[in-house]
């Protein structure tokens, strides 16, 4: 089964999701911003996806500076993404090969 964490105003997601689809598997579509992740998910994602919870955000989000997430630790920016998940950077593509978040848009090559 392949996963993907989908925002379908990006491009990028829409583009993974194009390519995910033209592979004919099982396709799971996870709209984040209509069924928001837990804490819980978004910490186990992320860390499967080897990346640190800040590399994990959109950090140019006006809700970023709003909530004041500079300086911010991992907790904190955690509960942001659970609370406003256009926090949270896409897509996320998940494959029995691995987990990546495909920006650039070529990493989805790496686990397809």
């Known amino acids: 089964m392949i996963t993907i964490h989908h925002n379908p105003r990006c491009s990028t997601s829409r583009k993974a999701l194009e390519l995910l689809q033209a592979q004919g598997q099982p396709l799971e579509i996870v709209d984040y911003l209509k069924t928001p992740l837990t804490v819980d998910a978004l910490r186990s994602l ?17 809700i970023y500076q709003q909530l004041g997430l500079d300086g911010a630790d991992e907790a904190a920016l955690l509960q942001a993404m659970a609370a406003h998940p256009v926090l949270l950077n896409r897509p996320f593509v998940t494959t029995p090969k691995g987990t990546r978040l495909c920006r650039p848009f070529e990493r989805i090559h790496e686990i397809l």
């Open 46 to 62: 992320i860390e499967v996806a080897g990346l640190s919870v800040r590399e994990a955000m959109r950090t140019k989000e006006p």
